[in-house]
Protein backbone atom coordinates (compact mmCIF):
# COMPACT_ATOMS: atom_id res chain seq x y z
CA UNK A 1 0.00 0.00 0.00
CA UNK A 2 2.90 2.49 1.01
CA UNK A 3 5.18 1.60 -2.10
CA UNK A 4 1.99 2.10 -4.29
CA UNK A 5 0.95 5.22 -2.97
CA UNK A 6 4.78 6.28 -3.12
CA UNK A 7 4.53 5.29 -6.70
CA UNK A 8 1.98 7.40 -7.76
CA UNK A 9 3.61 10.31 -6.60
CA UNK A 10 6.65 9.73 -8.32
CA UNK A 11 4.68 9.56 -11.69
CA UNK A 12 2.76 13.04 -10.77
CA UNK A 13 6.00 14.60 -9.80
CA UNK A 14 7.48 13.59 -13.74
CA UNK A 15 4.18 14.68 -15.10
CA UNK A 16 4.39 18.05 -13.62
CA UNK A 17 8.52 18.17 -14.29
CA UNK A 18 7.33 17.79 -18.02
CA UNK A 19 4.67 20.25 -18.42
CA UNK A 20 4.77 22.99 -20.59
CA UNK A 21 4.44 26.41 -19.55
CA UNK A 22 2.92 26.76 -16.42
CA UNK A 23 -0.48 28.49 -16.45
CA UNK A 24 -1.26 31.63 -14.96
CA UNK A 25 -4.09 31.56 -13.30
CA UNK A 26 -4.45 34.53 -10.74
CA UNK A 27 -7.64 33.81 -8.32
CA UNK A 28 -9.12 36.76 -5.69
CA UNK A 29 -10.30 35.99 -2.53
CA UNK A 30 -13.26 36.74 -3.03
CA UNK A 31 -13.62 34.15 -5.81
CA UNK A 32 -16.90 33.23 -4.77
CA UNK A 33 -16.80 29.57 -3.20
CA UNK A 34 -18.58 26.37 -4.42
CA UNK A 35 -21.09 26.53 -1.12
CA UNK A 36 -22.17 30.43 -1.32
CA UNK A 37 -22.65 30.01 -5.58
CA UNK A 38 -24.76 26.96 -5.42
CA UNK A 39 -27.91 27.70 -6.93
CA UNK A 40 -30.58 25.08 -7.01
CA UNK A 41 -29.27 23.77 -10.45
CA UNK A 42 -27.29 20.98 -11.64
CA UNK A 43 -24.36 23.13 -12.93
CA UNK A 44 -21.71 25.37 -11.85
CA UNK A 45 -19.94 28.24 -13.74
CA UNK A 46 -16.46 28.16 -13.32
CA UNK A 47 -15.51 31.95 -11.98
CA UNK A 48 -12.74 31.90 -14.32
CA UNK A 49 -13.03 30.76 -17.49
CA UNK A 50 -17.02 30.74 -17.04
CA UNK A 51 -17.18 26.72 -18.28
CA UNK A 52 -20.39 25.12 -17.48
CA UNK A 53 -19.71 22.10 -15.15
CA UNK A 54 -21.70 19.11 -14.33
CA UNK A 55 -21.75 19.33 -10.01
CA UNK A 56 -21.63 15.90 -9.90
CA UNK A 57 -18.49 15.92 -12.00
CA UNK A 58 -16.99 18.39 -10.34
CA UNK A 59 -17.08 16.29 -6.62
CA UNK A 60 -15.12 13.89 -8.83
CA UNK A 61 -12.74 16.03 -10.35
CA UNK A 62 -11.50 17.24 -6.57
CA UNK A 63 -13.35 20.92 -7.37
CA UNK A 64 -10.97 21.84 -10.08
CA UNK A 65 -12.18 22.84 -13.29
CA UNK A 66 -11.48 20.57 -15.92
CA UNK A 67 -11.14 23.17 -18.91
CA UNK A 68 -8.58 25.95 -17.39
CA UNK A 69 -7.76 23.82 -13.54
CA UNK A 70 -9.46 26.73 -11.83
CA UNK A 71 -9.14 25.47 -8.26
CA UNK A 72 -12.67 26.33 -6.39
CA UNK A 73 -12.55 26.62 -2.89
CA UNK A 74 -13.44 23.86 -0.91
CA UNK A 75 -14.66 23.53 2.78
CA UNK A 76 -12.60 21.20 5.39
CA UNK A 77 -14.71 18.53 5.13
CA UNK A 78 -14.19 18.44 1.54
CA UNK A 79 -10.46 18.83 2.03
CA UNK A 80 -10.59 16.08 4.60
CA UNK A 81 -11.86 13.72 2.34
CA UNK A 82 -9.33 14.37 -0.17
CA UNK A 83 -6.26 14.47 1.57
CA UNK A 84 -6.85 12.16 4.71
CA UNK A 85 -7.16 8.10 4.90
CA UNK A 86 -10.83 7.28 5.58
CA UNK A 87 -11.61 7.54 8.90
CA UNK A 88 -8.95 8.34 10.66
CA UNK A 89 -9.22 11.46 11.46
CA UNK A 90 -9.29 12.57 15.18
CA UNK A 91 -10.74 16.36 16.08
CA UNK A 92 -8.59 18.06 18.96
CA UNK A 93 -8.81 20.69 21.15
CA UNK A 94 -12.59 21.54 20.52
CA UNK A 95 -12.86 22.66 23.58
CA UNK A 96 -11.66 26.35 22.61
CA UNK A 97 -14.51 28.93 21.75
CA UNK A 98 -13.66 32.45 20.83
CA UNK A 99 -14.00 34.98 23.19
CA UNK A 100 -14.76 38.70 22.77
CA UNK A 101 -11.40 39.83 24.57
CA UNK A 102 -11.48 43.58 23.48
CA UNK A 103 -14.92 43.92 23.57
CA UNK A 104 -14.47 44.34 19.66
CA UNK A 105 -18.38 45.77 18.43
CA UNK A 106 -20.21 43.66 16.15
CA UNK A 107 -17.39 40.54 17.03
CA UNK A 108 -19.96 37.73 18.47
CA UNK A 109 -22.59 38.42 16.18
CA UNK A 110 -19.44 38.01 12.84
CA UNK A 111 -18.84 34.42 14.95
CA UNK A 112 -22.29 33.71 15.02
CA UNK A 113 -22.62 34.29 10.67
CA UNK A 114 -19.09 32.07 10.78
CA UNK A 115 -20.59 29.32 13.02
CA UNK A 116 -23.69 29.19 10.56
CA UNK A 117 -22.45 30.07 7.53
CA UNK A 118 -19.85 26.64 7.83
CA UNK A 119 -20.82 24.68 10.51
CA UNK A 120 -17.30 25.29 12.15
CA UNK A 121 -16.91 26.42 15.71
CA UNK A 122 -13.47 28.39 14.46
CA UNK A 123 -11.56 29.00 11.30
CA UNK A 124 -9.37 26.21 11.79
CA UNK A 125 -9.59 22.53 12.35
CA UNK A 126 -6.63 20.23 13.77
CA UNK A 127 -6.16 16.74 14.82
CA UNK A 128 -4.49 13.62 14.85
CA UNK A 129 -4.31 12.24 10.92
CA UNK A 130 -3.33 9.39 8.63
CA UNK A 131 -2.38 10.36 5.06
CA UNK A 132 -0.88 7.35 2.83
CA UNK A 133 -0.48 5.49 6.08
CA UNK A 134 1.66 7.90 7.42
CA UNK A 135 0.77 9.35 10.73
CA UNK A 136 0.63 12.89 11.33
CA UNK A 137 -0.86 16.09 13.18
CA UNK A 138 -3.03 18.01 10.59
CA UNK A 139 -4.74 21.63 10.61
CA UNK A 140 -7.09 22.84 8.13
CA UNK A 141 -7.59 26.42 7.47
CA UNK A 142 -11.07 27.22 6.63
CA UNK A 143 -11.81 30.51 4.59
CA UNK A 144 -15.17 30.92 4.89
CA UNK A 145 -14.67 31.63 8.58
CA UNK A 146 -14.07 35.17 9.03
CA UNK A 147 -11.53 34.70 6.17
CA UNK A 148 -9.47 32.20 7.89
CA UNK A 149 -7.87 34.68 9.73
CA UNK A 150 -6.24 34.12 13.01
CA UNK A 151 -7.48 35.05 16.75
CA UNK A 152 -6.47 33.45 20.29
CA UNK A 153 -8.21 29.97 19.07
CA UNK A 154 -7.28 29.66 15.56
CA UNK A 155 -3.60 30.40 17.18
CA UNK A 156 -3.64 28.41 20.12
CA UNK A 157 -4.48 25.15 18.07
CA UNK A 158 -1.84 25.81 15.49
CA UNK A 159 0.47 26.00 18.44
CA UNK A 160 -0.91 22.57 20.12
CA UNK A 161 -0.79 21.26 16.88
CA UNK A 162 2.75 21.22 16.41
CA UNK A 163 3.42 20.41 20.76
CA UNK A 164 1.10 17.64 20.55
CA UNK A 165 3.26 16.55 17.07
CA UNK A 166 6.02 17.05 19.37
CA UNK A 167 5.10 14.88 22.18
CA UNK A 168 4.07 12.17 19.65
CA UNK A 169 7.26 12.61 17.27
CA UNK A 170 5.06 13.26 14.51
CA UNK A 171 5.21 15.31 11.31
CA UNK A 172 2.71 18.35 11.13
CA UNK A 173 0.92 19.17 8.09
CA UNK A 174 -1.06 22.74 7.89
CA UNK A 175 -3.38 23.87 4.91
CA UNK A 176 -3.81 27.57 5.91
CA UNK A 177 -6.14 29.83 3.87
CA UNK A 178 -5.86 33.07 6.37
CA UNK A 179 -6.76 35.67 3.49
CA UNK A 180 -7.63 37.92 6.56
CA UNK A 181 -4.37 37.53 8.48
CA UNK A 182 -4.26 37.84 12.15
CA UNK A 183 -7.87 38.58 13.17
CA UNK A 184 -8.62 42.45 13.78
CA UNK A 185 -11.54 42.30 16.48
CA UNK A 186 -8.93 40.26 18.89
CA UNK A 187 -6.29 43.54 18.39
CA UNK A 188 -2.75 42.68 19.46
CA UNK A 189 -3.69 39.56 21.10
CA UNK A 190 -3.99 37.87 17.56
CA UNK A 191 -1.12 39.50 16.75
CA UNK A 192 0.78 38.02 19.59
CA UNK A 193 -0.52 34.58 17.74
CA UNK A 194 1.76 34.95 15.02
CA UNK A 195 4.95 35.10 17.83
CA UNK A 196 2.78 31.79 19.57
CA UNK A 197 2.85 29.61 16.33
CA UNK A 198 5.99 30.29 15.06
CA UNK A 199 8.02 29.82 18.41
CA UNK A 200 6.13 26.55 18.32
CA UNK A 201 6.80 25.64 14.79
CA UNK A 202 10.53 26.43 15.68
CA UNK A 203 10.76 23.76 18.76
CA UNK A 204 9.07 21.15 16.87
CA UNK A 205 11.85 22.09 14.19
CA UNK A 206 14.45 21.67 16.70
CA UNK A 207 13.22 18.22 17.35
CA UNK A 208 14.17 16.92 14.17
CA UNK A 209 10.08 16.79 12.64
CA UNK A 210 8.99 17.73 9.50
CA UNK A 211 6.31 20.72 9.09
CA UNK A 212 5.00 20.44 5.65
CA UNK A 213 2.81 23.50 4.88
CA UNK A 214 0.46 24.09 2.41
CA UNK A 215 -0.71 27.42 1.25
CA UNK A 216 -4.28 26.91 -0.40
CA UNK A 217 -5.66 30.23 -1.63
CA UNK A 218 -5.60 32.77 0.26
CA UNK A 219 -2.78 32.88 2.64
CA UNK A 220 -1.79 36.54 3.64
CA UNK A 221 -1.18 38.73 6.20
CA UNK A 222 -0.49 37.61 9.33
CA UNK A 223 -1.05 33.87 8.78
CA UNK A 224 1.70 34.28 6.09
CA UNK A 225 4.02 35.86 8.07
CA UNK A 226 4.28 33.24 10.66
CA UNK A 227 3.30 29.75 10.48
CA UNK A 228 2.22 29.42 7.44
CA UNK A 229 5.50 30.48 5.40
CA UNK A 230 7.80 28.56 7.93
CA UNK A 231 7.63 25.10 6.87
CA UNK A 232 10.52 22.48 5.80
CA UNK A 233 8.54 22.05 2.58
CA UNK A 234 5.88 24.98 1.57
CA UNK A 235 3.48 23.51 -1.34
CA UNK A 236 1.10 25.64 -2.75
CA UNK A 237 -2.00 24.69 -5.16
CA UNK A 238 -2.22 26.60 -8.08
CA UNK A 239 -3.29 29.96 -8.60
CA UNK A 240 -3.50 30.43 -4.69
CA UNK A 241 -3.00 34.41 -3.93
CA UNK A 242 -0.06 34.14 -1.41
CA UNK A 243 1.87 36.99 -0.17
CA UNK A 244 2.07 39.59 3.03
CA UNK A 245 0.02 42.61 2.00
CA UNK A 246 -2.99 41.69 -0.10
CA UNK A 247 -3.28 43.31 -3.88
CA UNK A 248 -5.65 45.42 -3.44
CA UNK A 249 -3.15 47.43 -0.22
CA UNK A 250 -0.04 47.05 -2.42
CA UNK A 251 -1.80 48.84 -5.27
CA UNK A 252 -3.41 51.53 -3.18
CA UNK A 253 -0.45 52.11 -1.30
CA UNK A 254 2.45 52.27 -4.72
CA UNK A 255 -0.48 53.51 -6.74
CA UNK A 256 1.10 51.31 -9.10
CA UNK A 257 -0.23 48.60 -11.68
CA UNK A 258 0.13 44.95 -10.33
CA UNK A 259 2.39 43.03 -12.50
CA UNK A 260 0.52 40.01 -14.01
CA UNK A 261 -0.17 37.16 -11.74
CA UNK A 262 1.40 39.20 -8.64
CA UNK A 263 1.13 37.11 -5.86
CA UNK A 264 -0.18 34.20 -7.51
CA UNK A 265 1.06 30.81 -6.62
CA UNK A 266 2.60 30.94 -9.70
CA UNK A 267 4.49 34.00 -8.80
CA UNK A 268 5.78 32.85 -5.67
CA UNK A 269 7.58 29.73 -7.20
CA UNK A 270 9.18 32.25 -9.49
CA UNK A 271 10.47 34.31 -7.08
CA UNK A 272 11.99 31.71 -5.12
CA UNK A 273 9.28 31.73 -2.03
CA UNK A 274 7.74 28.18 -2.10
CA UNK A 275 9.04 24.84 -2.86
CA UNK A 276 6.49 23.09 -5.49
CA UNK A 277 2.79 23.87 -6.94
CA UNK A 278 0.82 20.96 -6.49
CA UNK A 279 -2.38 20.22 -8.76
CA UNK A 280 -4.58 19.39 -6.00
CA UNK A 281 -5.35 16.11 -7.64
CA UNK A 282 -1.71 15.04 -6.99
CA UNK A 283 -1.73 16.54 -3.37
CA UNK A 284 -2.60 13.72 -1.62
CA UNK A 285 0.13 11.52 -3.27
CA UNK A 286 2.72 14.02 -2.63
CA UNK A 287 2.26 14.83 0.49
CA UNK A 288 2.03 11.12 1.52
CA UNK A 289 5.50 10.20 -0.27
CA UNK A 290 7.44 13.46 1.54
CA UNK A 291 5.80 11.92 4.95
CA UNK A 292 6.85 8.72 3.56
CA UNK A 293 10.64 9.93 3.21
CA UNK A 294 10.69 11.60 6.16
CA UNK A 295 9.74 8.08 8.22
CA UNK A 296 12.20 7.23 11.05
CA UNK A 297 15.00 4.77 10.78
CA UNK A 298 14.52 4.10 6.91
CA UNK A 299 17.44 2.16 5.62
CA UNK A 300 18.77 1.21 2.06
CA UNK A 301 17.08 -2.15 0.43
CA UNK A 302 19.77 -4.51 0.25
CA UNK B 1 -2.42 70.42 13.37
CA UNK B 2 -0.77 73.79 13.16
CA UNK B 3 2.49 74.75 13.78
CA UNK B 4 2.87 71.34 15.73
CA UNK B 5 -0.11 71.90 17.87
CA UNK B 6 -3.47 69.64 17.76
CA UNK B 7 -6.81 71.31 18.10
CA UNK B 8 -7.23 69.97 21.50
CA UNK B 9 -4.46 71.41 22.57
CA UNK B 10 -5.74 75.40 21.44
CA UNK B 11 -6.92 76.26 24.50
CA UNK B 12 -4.10 75.43 26.20
CA UNK B 13 -2.01 77.25 23.79
CA UNK B 14 -4.12 80.58 24.03
CA UNK B 15 -3.87 80.51 27.81
CA UNK B 16 -0.05 80.19 27.75
CA UNK B 17 0.15 82.93 25.17
CA UNK B 18 -1.68 85.29 27.30
CA UNK B 19 0.49 84.12 30.57
CA UNK B 20 3.65 85.19 28.42
CA UNK B 21 1.67 88.70 27.60
CA UNK B 22 1.11 89.08 30.94
CA UNK B 23 4.82 88.28 32.06
CA UNK B 24 6.11 90.66 29.22
CA UNK B 25 3.52 93.59 30.26
CA UNK B 26 4.99 93.22 34.04
CA UNK B 27 8.56 93.62 32.69
CA UNK B 28 7.98 96.08 30.14
CA UNK B 29 5.26 98.46 32.24
CA UNK B 30 6.40 97.37 35.68
CA UNK B 31 3.29 96.97 36.71
CA UNK B 32 2.24 94.08 39.34
CA UNK B 33 0.13 91.31 37.50
CA UNK B 34 1.28 88.64 39.44
CA UNK B 35 -1.95 87.73 41.19
CA UNK B 36 -3.56 87.55 37.57
CA UNK B 37 -0.90 85.30 36.01
CA UNK B 38 -0.79 82.94 39.44
CA UNK B 39 -4.64 82.51 39.00
CA UNK B 40 -4.35 82.18 34.89
CA UNK B 41 -0.76 79.76 35.46
CA UNK B 42 -3.46 77.63 37.78
CA UNK B 43 -5.85 77.23 35.16
CA UNK B 44 -3.32 76.43 32.73
CA UNK B 45 -2.23 73.87 35.39
CA UNK B 46 -5.62 72.55 35.38
CA UNK B 47 -6.16 72.86 31.73
CA UNK B 48 -2.88 70.79 30.76
CA UNK B 49 -4.03 67.61 32.84
CA UNK B 50 -7.52 67.53 31.59
CA UNK B 51 -6.26 67.06 28.07
CA UNK B 52 -3.28 65.16 28.32
CA UNK B 53 -4.39 62.89 30.85
CA UNK B 54 -7.84 62.27 29.14
CA UNK B 55 -6.48 61.69 25.61
CA UNK B 56 -9.10 59.16 22.87
CA UNK B 57 -6.92 56.56 21.67
CA UNK B 58 -7.03 58.32 18.33
CA UNK B 59 -5.24 61.34 19.73
CA UNK B 60 -3.04 59.10 20.92
CA UNK B 61 -2.51 58.01 18.11
CA UNK B 62 -2.04 61.74 16.40
CA UNK B 63 0.51 62.14 19.24
CA UNK B 64 2.68 58.65 18.36
CA UNK B 65 2.63 60.55 14.88
CA UNK B 66 3.65 63.61 15.34
CA UNK B 67 6.34 65.06 13.50
CA UNK B 68 8.44 66.35 15.88
CA UNK B 69 8.61 63.05 17.67
CA UNK B 70 11.95 61.49 18.32
CA UNK B 71 13.31 59.26 16.09
CA UNK B 72 14.79 56.12 16.55
CA UNK B 73 18.51 58.13 16.21
CA UNK B 74 17.32 60.57 18.12
CA UNK B 75 17.12 58.13 20.96
CA UNK B 76 20.13 56.36 20.17
CA UNK B 77 21.86 59.41 19.92
CA UNK B 78 20.49 60.79 23.30
CA UNK B 79 21.05 57.18 25.42
CA UNK B 80 23.90 56.03 23.90
CA UNK B 81 27.43 56.36 23.60
CA UNK B 82 29.83 56.23 19.99
CA UNK B 83 27.02 54.64 18.10
CA UNK B 84 28.57 52.88 15.15
CA UNK B 85 25.91 51.87 12.19
CA UNK B 86 26.71 48.78 10.59
CA UNK B 87 24.65 48.84 6.71
CA UNK B 88 22.97 45.62 4.77
CA UNK B 89 21.62 42.39 4.69
CA UNK B 90 23.83 40.98 2.48
CA UNK B 91 21.69 39.56 0.22
CA UNK B 92 20.04 42.45 -1.45
CA UNK B 93 20.94 45.63 -0.16
CA UNK B 94 21.29 48.07 2.82
CA UNK B 95 17.38 49.39 3.81
CA UNK B 96 17.41 52.62 5.40
CA UNK B 97 14.16 52.35 7.28
CA UNK B 98 15.80 50.27 9.47
CA UNK B 99 18.91 51.34 11.54
CA UNK B 100 21.37 49.02 13.79
CA UNK B 101 24.54 48.78 14.82
CA UNK B 102 27.05 48.74 18.23
CA UNK B 103 26.78 51.02 20.87
CA UNK B 104 27.70 51.68 24.71
CA UNK B 105 25.15 52.09 26.94
CA UNK B 106 26.89 53.25 29.92
CA UNK B 107 29.59 51.03 29.98
CA UNK B 108 28.00 47.84 28.44
CA UNK B 109 28.33 47.41 24.49
CA UNK B 110 25.30 46.69 23.21
CA UNK B 111 23.29 46.11 19.83
CA UNK B 112 20.65 48.92 18.99
CA UNK B 113 18.16 48.40 15.80
CA UNK B 114 15.03 50.50 14.95
CA UNK B 115 13.08 51.61 12.14
CA UNK B 116 14.42 55.49 11.14
CA UNK B 117 11.61 57.67 9.85
CA UNK B 118 12.97 60.69 7.92
CA UNK B 119 12.71 63.88 10.01
CA UNK B 120 12.02 65.92 6.92
CA UNK B 121 10.40 65.19 3.67
CA UNK B 122 14.16 64.17 1.96
CA UNK B 123 14.92 62.17 4.44
CA UNK B 124 11.19 60.46 4.60
CA UNK B 125 11.65 59.74 1.11
CA UNK B 126 15.19 58.53 1.50
CA UNK B 127 13.69 55.95 3.96
CA UNK B 128 10.54 55.46 2.82
CA UNK B 129 8.96 57.11 5.47
CA UNK B 130 10.15 54.55 7.81
CA UNK B 131 8.62 51.78 6.17
CA UNK B 132 10.51 48.93 6.03
CA UNK B 133 11.70 46.47 3.18
CA UNK B 134 12.30 42.55 3.57
CA UNK B 135 16.04 43.42 3.62
CA UNK B 136 15.47 45.66 6.45
CA UNK B 137 14.15 42.59 8.59
CA UNK B 138 16.89 40.61 7.18
CA UNK B 139 19.71 43.42 8.31
CA UNK B 140 18.37 43.56 11.77
CA UNK B 141 17.95 39.68 12.23
CA UNK B 142 21.71 39.16 11.13
CA UNK B 143 22.61 42.09 13.79
CA UNK B 144 20.58 40.27 16.22
CA UNK B 145 22.67 36.92 15.39
CA UNK B 146 25.69 38.87 15.73
CA UNK B 147 24.52 40.19 19.18
CA UNK B 148 23.98 36.86 19.80
CA UNK B 149 27.73 35.11 19.34
CA UNK B 150 28.99 38.05 21.06
CA UNK B 151 27.10 38.17 24.02
CA UNK B 152 25.49 41.41 23.23
CA UNK B 153 22.23 42.31 24.71
CA UNK B 154 20.12 43.56 22.38
CA UNK B 155 17.80 47.12 22.46
CA UNK B 156 14.84 47.73 20.16
CA UNK B 157 13.37 50.51 19.53
CA UNK B 158 10.44 50.35 17.87
CA UNK B 159 8.59 52.89 15.63
CA UNK B 160 7.16 51.64 12.32
CA UNK B 161 3.84 51.76 10.84
CA UNK B 162 4.01 48.55 9.08
CA UNK B 163 6.28 46.45 7.15
CA UNK B 164 6.31 48.20 3.54
CA UNK B 165 3.82 46.59 1.06
CA UNK B 166 5.17 47.20 -2.70
CA UNK B 167 5.25 44.85 -5.51
CA UNK B 168 9.38 44.65 -4.45
CA UNK B 169 8.67 43.87 -0.85
CA UNK B 170 6.48 41.07 -1.69
CA UNK B 171 9.12 39.32 -4.63
CA UNK B 172 11.38 39.74 -2.19
CA UNK B 173 9.17 37.55 0.36
CA UNK B 174 7.67 40.44 2.77
CA UNK B 175 5.85 37.80 4.78
CA UNK B 176 8.89 35.22 4.80
CA UNK B 177 11.54 37.77 6.37
CA UNK B 178 8.80 39.11 8.93
CA UNK B 179 8.02 35.25 10.05
CA UNK B 180 11.79 34.19 9.70
CA UNK B 181 12.55 37.01 12.29
CA UNK B 182 9.97 36.47 14.75
CA UNK B 183 11.08 33.19 14.57
CA UNK B 184 14.82 33.51 15.18
CA UNK B 185 14.99 36.51 17.76
CA UNK B 186 12.61 34.39 19.73
CA UNK B 187 15.37 32.07 20.62
CA UNK B 188 18.16 34.21 20.36
CA UNK B 189 20.35 33.34 23.34
CA UNK B 190 21.11 36.77 24.58
CA UNK B 191 19.17 39.29 26.47
CA UNK B 192 16.68 41.31 24.66
CA UNK B 193 14.63 44.44 25.69
CA UNK B 194 12.56 45.78 22.87
CA UNK B 195 10.53 49.46 23.28
CA UNK B 196 7.92 50.66 21.61
CA UNK B 197 8.65 54.29 21.17
CA UNK B 198 5.90 55.21 18.77
CA UNK B 199 4.29 53.21 16.29
CA UNK B 200 3.83 49.97 16.46
CA UNK B 201 2.27 48.63 13.11
CA UNK B 202 1.47 44.78 13.06
CA UNK B 203 3.71 42.40 11.66
CA UNK B 204 6.09 44.98 10.91
CA UNK B 205 6.66 45.88 14.84
CA UNK B 206 6.42 42.61 16.21
CA UNK B 207 9.46 41.51 13.74
CA UNK B 208 11.90 42.93 15.92
CA UNK B 209 9.41 43.16 18.91
CA UNK B 210 10.34 39.66 20.61
CA UNK B 211 12.24 40.32 23.47
CA UNK B 212 12.79 39.59 27.37
CA UNK B 213 11.34 42.95 28.66
CA UNK B 214 8.95 44.87 26.70
CA UNK B 215 8.51 48.22 27.41
CA UNK B 216 6.57 51.12 25.61
CA UNK B 217 6.37 54.50 25.93
CA UNK B 218 2.54 56.11 27.31
CA UNK B 219 1.78 57.41 24.01
CA UNK B 220 2.97 55.07 21.75
CA UNK B 221 0.43 52.65 19.77
CA UNK B 222 0.84 49.15 19.14
CA UNK B 223 -1.75 46.97 17.11
CA UNK B 224 -2.65 44.34 14.45
CA UNK B 225 -3.52 46.80 11.79
CA UNK B 226 -3.53 50.19 11.79
CA UNK B 227 -6.73 52.09 13.15
CA UNK B 228 -7.38 53.60 9.41
CA UNK B 229 -6.85 50.16 7.80
CA UNK B 230 -9.55 48.32 10.05
CA UNK B 231 -12.24 51.05 9.58
CA UNK B 232 -11.90 50.45 5.68
CA UNK B 233 -11.29 46.90 5.94
CA UNK B 234 -14.57 46.91 8.38
CA UNK B 235 -16.62 49.83 7.53
CA UNK B 236 -15.49 50.84 3.99
CA UNK B 237 -14.63 54.67 5.55
CA UNK B 238 -11.18 55.38 6.72
CA UNK B 239 -12.47 58.23 7.79
CA UNK B 240 -13.55 56.32 11.14
CA UNK B 241 -10.37 55.80 12.15
CA UNK B 242 -10.61 57.34 15.18
CA UNK B 243 -13.65 54.54 16.35
CA UNK B 244 -11.60 51.86 15.24
CA UNK B 245 -8.63 53.01 17.63
CA UNK B 246 -11.05 52.89 20.46
CA UNK B 247 -12.14 49.40 19.90
CA UNK B 248 -8.68 47.94 18.92
CA UNK B 249 -7.68 48.87 22.30
CA UNK B 250 -4.21 49.59 21.11
CA UNK B 251 -3.08 52.29 23.69
CA UNK B 252 -0.06 51.70 26.26
CA UNK B 253 -2.75 51.39 29.14
CA UNK B 254 -4.52 48.30 27.40
CA UNK B 255 -1.53 46.33 26.20
CA UNK B 256 -0.06 46.70 29.66
CA UNK B 257 -3.41 44.84 30.88
CA UNK B 258 -3.55 42.80 28.62
CA UNK B 259 0.45 41.56 29.30
CA UNK B 260 1.46 42.18 26.08
CA UNK B 261 3.88 44.66 27.64
CA UNK B 262 5.72 45.04 31.31
CA UNK B 263 5.89 48.43 31.91
CA UNK B 264 4.75 52.11 30.48
CA UNK B 265 7.70 54.23 30.62
CA UNK B 266 6.33 57.89 31.24
CA UNK B 267 6.43 60.75 28.45
CA UNK B 268 6.99 64.45 29.02
CA UNK B 269 3.79 66.48 29.53
CA UNK B 270 2.04 66.87 26.40
CA UNK B 271 3.89 64.06 24.40
CA UNK B 272 7.60 63.01 23.84
CA UNK B 273 7.90 65.95 21.20
CA UNK B 274 7.62 68.63 23.67
CA UNK B 275 11.13 67.57 25.43
CA UNK B 276 13.13 65.09 23.39
CA UNK B 277 15.79 65.31 26.59
CA UNK B 278 13.23 64.55 29.06
CA UNK B 279 11.69 61.65 26.56
CA UNK B 280 14.79 60.02 26.00
CA UNK B 281 16.14 60.31 30.14
CA UNK B 282 12.97 58.20 31.15
CA UNK B 283 13.42 55.79 28.13
CA UNK B 284 17.18 55.74 29.69
CA UNK B 285 15.60 55.05 33.38
CA UNK B 286 13.60 52.46 32.36
CA UNK B 287 15.99 51.03 29.75
CA UNK B 288 18.74 50.72 32.51
CA UNK B 289 16.58 49.37 34.77
CA UNK B 290 14.84 47.06 32.42
CA UNK B 291 18.89 45.42 31.83
CA UNK B 292 20.12 45.17 35.28
CA UNK B 293 16.75 42.76 35.50
CA UNK B 294 17.38 40.49 33.12
CA UNK B 295 21.25 40.88 32.24
CA UNK B 296 21.72 38.26 35.69
CA UNK B 297 19.20 35.43 34.06
CA UNK B 298 21.13 32.56 32.88
CA UNK B 299 20.46 32.65 28.83
CA UNK B 300 18.53 28.97 29.02
CA UNK B 301 16.17 30.09 31.75
CA UNK B 302 15.84 33.58 30.12
CA UNK B 303 14.94 32.14 26.95
CA UNK B 304 12.47 29.51 27.96
CA UNK B 305 11.20 32.35 30.30
CA UNK B 306 10.66 35.27 26.94
CA UNK B 307 8.51 31.76 25.43
CA UNK B 308 6.17 31.26 27.86
CA UNK B 309 5.00 34.72 27.99
CA UNK B 310 4.31 34.17 24.51
CA UNK B 311 2.94 30.92 25.00
CA UNK B 312 0.68 32.68 27.27
CA UNK B 313 -0.50 34.94 25.54
CA UNK B 314 -4.61 34.85 23.68
CA UNK B 315 -7.76 34.63 25.23
CA UNK B 316 -10.86 32.14 24.93
CA UNK B 317 -13.44 30.55 27.09
CA UNK B 318 -13.34 26.75 27.33
CA UNK B 319 -16.31 24.72 27.12
CA UNK B 320 -16.43 20.56 28.14
CA UNK B 321 -16.48 18.49 25.58
CA UNK B 322 -16.90 14.91 26.95
CA UNK B 323 -14.49 12.30 24.74
CA UNK B 324 -17.25 11.14 23.08
CA UNK B 325 -18.82 14.20 21.96
CA UNK B 326 -15.69 14.98 19.97
CA UNK B 327 -15.84 14.95 16.39
CA UNK B 328 -14.23 11.80 15.25
Known sequence: ???????????????????????????????????????????????????????????????????????????????????VDEGTFEELHTDLVSDN???????????AQAREKTGLDEGLIAGRAVIQGNPCMLAIADFDFMAGSMGSVVGERVTRTFEVAMEQELAAVVFSAGGGGARMQEGVLSLMQMAKTSQAVERHHQEGLLYLSVLTNPTLGGVYASFASLGDFL??????????????????????????????????????????????????????????MHRKGLVPSA | MRNGLFEWEKPLYELELRIEELQKFTADKDMDLSREIATLEKKAEYLRREIYQNLTAWQQVLLARHPKRPTTLDYVELIFDDFLELHGDRYYRDDPAIVGGLATFEGLPVTVIGPQ???????????????????GYRKALRLMKQAEKFQRPIVCLIDVVGAYPGIEAEERGQGVAIAQSIRHMSFLRTPIVCIITGEGGSGGALAIGIGDRILMLEHAWYSVISPEMCAQILWKDSSKAPEAAEALKLTAKDLLSMNAIDEIVPEPLGGAHKNHQEAAANVKAALRQALASILPIPLDILVEERLERFRQLGQWQEKAVAASEARK
Open chain 1, 235 to 292: LAEPGALIGFAGPRIVEEATRQKLPNGFQSAEFALEHGMIDKIVHRKDLRQVIGRILH
Open chain 2, 117 to 135: KGRDTKENIRRNFGLPHPE
Open chain 1, 101 to 111: PLGFPGYPEKL
Open chain 1, 1 to 83: MQVNGCLEGVDSMFKDLFRTKPKYVTVRPQAVSIKQDSSAGLWEKCPNCENLIYKKGLEQSFYVCEKCDFHFRIDVWERLRQI
